[in-house]
């Protein structure tokens, strides 16, 4: 396997080589490459040897064909005068701004208030976040090389099936952890988002790599597992403090309530009490106002382009906002739906979508075998899955972007998809 992943190599350092006519871009992604692969064999030996074989050869797949695709498109693009594929959609905005970013830094300008205004005044996206610091850091390093940024992206999106693969495994069976890395492999839009400069690829990995660390410190409390989930915890908290949130005010507490329904169910319902008087107050004080505003507001600024849903409803206004929520969540849960195509990049999403829809009963199955049997593992799974539904179906305005948002959710879905895989064909072999 090492030997054919070293000619596979070779044979990409050429194709690269080629590629580029300016040194600048061909030292820095090799690097990247090299680095990834690296990272890559590092997690291979630490898998456990049953396993070996298969997440590796898994792996070597998924991240030579992101690297083969990348390069490909990049040169398509550049071939054809279309601009680089790096800076195509939103990857653009980030490239740019991180460009900017680094002038003004270069310039002596050292005050990040003063630079986030700058750029922020002239930025294409009309927003500025961690991940346009990201490219700047990136391009401190590798100067402008939209590649590096995507070939780092390849590389984190490829290493996100080893810890997909070991939380279901922890969960149900090989098996199911088969399935399971098989599906965050090569999923078709988890594979176009990861091969851009885009920070999804970045925060699944991040998410995954958090969730399996602290699944671990359950079983057995190791120093090293919480460096782990304090290395990644500060890194999401960078690229998406949302995420961060989420995750340690909302689904860490929740799946520890879900825990104490399995072992206590009087203390359960006191805290359930509690967080429902809790609610009340937060809702009489905050609900009318500043909660439905930003909701409101961050839909707002999002509802653009054909593809936006309820533009027009005001969802500060909370009869509206009990009206919007149902609607909301089918739209979060399924969409784009089959009659919605109207581009070639709807279109394209059409099959995957089918699959999908054919997928969920497998997600049940799965759902309901975690909240019976393992319920203090799982739980975080279950809450983050549902939790982060709930954010995008209030936060997302446009379906496009809905649909990239999504991908920090799949991984997880598919998680549970396994494991409803396996009960399924259980109860088929056994009615047989």
């Not at 992101?66 to 980030?94: E, Q």
């Not at 960078?238 to 909302?250: D, G, H, K, M, N």
């Not at 969920?360 to 019976?372: K, Q, T």
Request: net charge positive; with cysteine.
């Amino acid at each position: 396997m090492l030997k054919k992943a070293g000619i596979i190599s070779a044979g990409l350092i050429v194709a690269i080589s080629i590629s580029f006519f300016n040194q600048e871009y061909v030292v820095f992604p090799l690097f990247v490459f090299f680095i990834g692969l690296f990272i890559g064999i590092a997690f291979f030996v630490l898998s456990k040897e049953e396993d070996r074989n298969f997440l590796m050869g898994l792996f070597f797949t998924a991240f030579f064909t992101r690297i083969i695709v990348t390069v490909f498109l990049y040169n398509f693009a550049l071939l054809f005068n279309i601009g680089h594929f790096g800076h195509l959609g939103d990857g653009h905005g980030y490239s740019e701004s991180g460009c900017s970013i680094l002038q003004l830094w270069r310039s002596g300008i050292r005050d990040v208030d003063i630079i986030t205004k700058s750029v922020l005044s002239a930025s294409h996206s009309g927003n500025l976040g961690s991940y346009d610091f990201w490219n700047a850091i990136v391009y401190f390093v590798t100067g402008k090389s939209p590649i590096s940024l995507m070939f780092i992206n390849c590389s984190a999106s490829s290493l996100t099936i080893f810890p997909i693969y070991y939380i279901t495994k922890q969960f149900s069976s090989r098996k199911s952890a088969i399935v399971a890395a098989f599906l965050t492999a090569f999923w078709p839009s988890i594979f176009m988002w990861s091969i851009q400069n885009l920070k999804e690829a970045l925060s699944v990995f991040l998410i995954a790599g958090l969730m399996w660390a602290v699944l671990q410190l359950k079983v057995k409390f190791r120093f090293y597992l919480l460096f782990i989930v304090m290395l990644l915890s500060l890194a999401l908290k960078e690229l998406r403090v949302v995420s961060f949130f989420t995750f340690y005010a909302i689904v860490f507490p929740i799946s520890l309530i879900l825990f104490l329904w399995k072992k206590n169910r009087v203390f359960f319902m006191f805290l359930l009490l509690l967080a429902g008087v809790g609610l009340i107050v937060v809702i009489n004080n905050h609900l009318k106002g500043s909660f439905l505003g930003y909701i409101n507001y961050m839909r707002t600024v999002r509802a653009v382009g054909n593809t936006a849903f309820l533009s027009n409803l005001d969802v500060s206004n909370p009869v509206n906002f009990i009206f919007f929520t149902p609607i909301a969540l089918l739209v979060a849960w399924l969409s784009p739906f089959p009659w919605q195509v109207g581009s070639m990049s709807q279109i394209t999403a059409m099959p995957e979508m089918l699959l999908y829809y054919l997928l969920l009963p497998a997600m049940f199955f799965g759902w309901r075998f975690i909240m019976r049997h393992k319920i203090e593992e799982g739980g975080m799974i279950i809450v983050y899955i549902f939790v982060m539904m709930l954010v995008l179906a209030f936060l997302e305005g446009n379906i496009g972007t809905l649909f990239r948002h999504r991908a920090m959710v799949l991984p997880f879905m598919f998680v549970l998809i396994g494991i409803g895989h396996e009960k399924i064909k259980f109860r088929i072999t056994a009615h047989n």
